[in-house]
């Protein structure tokens, strides 16, 4: 049973776009959602977070949405740079301090 | 600043023989510390998690076990290795409920 999901295994988006990454989850209790970007053969670097108290974090180019109601999350990449190109994680933590994770999608910037 | 360090980068073992990966993390204390595992196109599995030196957590059963000797130091073993033990190796360290932060994984092929 998968509690954090990313339905799409691959987004392609033209440079200059903007990206939207979507995650969903089932478990209410989740108070903290993070994304990482991971490149092949490298490990995760964490981008950005959003606790349960806000809708709405802000990093440069990157803007995470969460809308409680609905489970959902987004993260949103804009404008995409070809460098952006990369799977993208989603996790939110649970007990015991674990990270539950998405199972990823891959991100194609396309010049 | 806090930093990982994970090695070997890569590791090709034949079946039946031992496993020793190593992670140490520098710049914090007491932080919680973790194996993952990457499996081709899916997600990142949590193998083990540790709250503290010699409290090991395993999240799945399997031909792996993992150790905490030091506060900052977190071995991920098996005395037989298996094929189905291939895959890419990540350990991380988070302090209490906030974002991990990754080494750069080690690639396992087992022949």
């Known amino acids: 049973d998968q509690q954090v999901k990313q339905n799409s295994p691959s987004l392609s988006v033209q440079e200059g776009r903007i990206s939207i990454l979507n995650c969903d989850y089932t478990?209410?209790?989740?108070?903290?959602f993070l994304w990482y970007k991971k490149y092949p053969a490298e490990g995760p670097t964490f981008l950005i977070s959003?606790?349960?108290i806000k809708d709405k974090n802000e990093d440069g180019r990157f803007t995470v949405f969460l809308n409680k109601s609905a489970k959902h999350l987004s993260l949103h990449i804009v404008p995409s740079q070809p460098g952006d190109s990369a799977v993208y994680f989603c996790?939110?933590?649970?007990?015991?301090?674990?990270?539950?994770w998405g199972a990823g999608t891959k991100l194609i910037i396309k010049p | 600043s806090q930093t990982i360090h994970q090695w070997p980068a890569t590791l090709v073992q034949p079946v039946g023989s031992p496993l020793s990966l190593e992670c140490t993390v520098e710049?914090?204390?007491?932080?919680?510390l973790y194996w993952y595992r990457q499996a081709a196109g899916r997600g990142l599995q949590l193998l083990f998690y540790?709250?503290?030196?010699?409290?090991i957590s395993s999240e799945v059963p399997q031909n792996l076990s993992a150790s905490r000797p030091q506060d900052r130091q977190f071995i991920l073993s098996s005395k037989k290795l298996l094929l189905s033990d291939s895959g890419f190796y990540l350990c991380?360290?988070?302090?209490?409920?906030?974002?991990?932060?990754f080494g750069q994984g080690t690639r396992l092929t087992v022949v």
């Open positions: 991380a360290w988070s302090v209490k409920n906030t974002e991990a932060f």
């Open positions: 710049g914090t204390s007491n932080p919680n």
């Open positions: 540790s709250v503290g030196i010699g409290q």
């Open positions: 478990n209410s209790m989740f108070d903290y």
């Open positions: 959003i606790s349960s």
């Open positions: 996790a939110a933590i649970g007990s015991n301090y674990q990270l539950i």
